[in-house]
């Protein structure tokens, strides 16, 4: 069973701290891999995409992936309230999508 | 009407009841899902369409039945649910299934569903 891990948290930062999300997935023939956000009763938002080994920044937010070692992360740099948040890892499976069960993250004024 | 569009936001029905939530997209894309996300779980793959064509049904009992009639238009049709049913439902879309960068999913709002 293909399975996509994360760490649940509550992972708390201070204001303008940067706060690392972390994601473990277990198939090695996955390559698109996505991050989302979700706050309390809203639906899923898609902050990144990542498909090719590295990082890839948009703005405050840092995508890394490391096929070899079946992980990617999510940084976010100068954390805001506005940030706190549930964030979603996604794997792609060719037509299939597996979700984590998501990170919630607290940043502190 | 703008992004995914999801109808009705908040749905409570008996078991015994029949009924259909309705998604929309506006993004001219031509891949559509059924997710499911239950308290505490994560999110669940239920259906995917590809060009109005099912690609994959995830092991969903039958008393849930998607229609796709165009690359526009999801349907999910309840019948006869449990109360374990009750979960928020969301409908995402892409631009396709295949090639780099269309696996981008925008989801609707969802709908709200409480089994009695």
């Known amino acids: 069973q293909k399975e996509v891990e994360q760490n649940s948290g509550p992972l708390s930062v201070p204001e303008g701290a940067i706060a690392s999300l972390n994601c473990t997935y277990s198939?090695?023939?996955?390559?698109?891999f996505f991050w989302y956000r979700q706050y309390s009763g809203k639906s899923p938002e898609l902050i990144m995409s990542?498909?090719?080994?590295g990082d890839k920044e948009d703005g405050r937010f840092t995508a890394q992936l490391n096929k070899a070692s079946q992980y990617v992360s999510l940084l976010i740099r100068d954390s805001q309230p506005s940030d706190s948040a549930t964030y979603l890892c996604a794997v792609n499976y060719g037509q299939n999508f597996v979700f984590g069960p998501g990170t919630r993250l607290s940043v502190l004024p | 009407e703008t992004g995914v569009t999801q109808t009705p936001r908040h749905l409570v029905m008996g078991m015994t009841n029949k009924k259909s939530l309705k998604c929309e997209q506006h993004l001219g894309h031509n891949a559509m899902y059924w997710y499911k996300q239950s308290a505490k779980k994560p999110l669940e793959l239920m259906f995917v369409y590809n060009f109005k064509e099912q690609t994959e049904n995830n092991s969903v009992p039958s008393r849930f039945s998607p229609e796709c009639p165009n690359s526009s238009h999801l349907f999910l049709h309840l019948h006869t649910l449990q109360p374990e049913d009750s979960a928020l439902y969301l409908c995402a879309s892409s631009q396709r299934t295949s090639g780099q960068g269309s696996y981008e999913q925008y989801f609707g709002p969802g709908t709200r569903l409480t089994v009695t």
């Open positions: 198939d090695r023939v996955s390559q698109s």
């Open positions: 990542i498909y090719s080994n």
